[in-house]
Nanobody, 124 residues
Framework: QVQLVESGGRLVQAGGSLRLSCAASGRTFSSYTMGWFRQAPGKEREFVSGIIWSGGTTHYADSVKGRFTISRNNAKNTVYLQMNSLKPDDTAVYYC?????????????????WGQGTQVTVSS
């Protein structure tokens, strides 16, 4: 069982930066693939970025590629999402997710564990 708690979301101006954190409980965190998703009002939850257990493989949605960076610290049971050059279109609730399977999945239903979400609002 893994419990996830996100933090770091807030109001920021366009062009600014934020770093989201996701703290995980559980001894097996280091073996989990982790993902960040987001959901804007009236839209479906969408994949943002993912990272496999070792950190050796990452993947990004085209909309954030070159602006966002995912990383993890297995010793601290934490995964991060560094977000730079933020745009108003990045406004959403950001969710951290985990799957015990080793592949890097892009769809929400492949992830069995979710955090409660953290709000990111980018003003123009």
């Amino acid at each position: 069982q893994v419990q996830l708690v996100e933090s770091g979301g807030r109001l920021v101006q366009a062009g600014g930066s934020l770093r989201l954190s996701c703290a995980a409980s559980g001894r097996t965190f280091s073996s989990y693939t982790m993902g960040w998703f987001r959901q804007a009002p009236g839209k479906e939850r969408e994949f943002v970025s993912g990272i496999i257990w070792s950190g050796g493989t990452t993947h990004y949605a085209d909309s954030v590629k070159g602006r966002f960076t995912i990383s993890r610290n297995n010793a601290k049971n934490t995964v991060y999402l560094q977000m730079n050059s933020l745009k108003p279109d990045d406004t959403a609730v950001y969710y951290c997710a985990a799957t015990r399977y080793g592949r890097l999945y892009l769809t929400p239903n492949e992830y069995g564990y979710w955090g409660q979400g953290t709000q990111v609002t980018v003003s123009s």
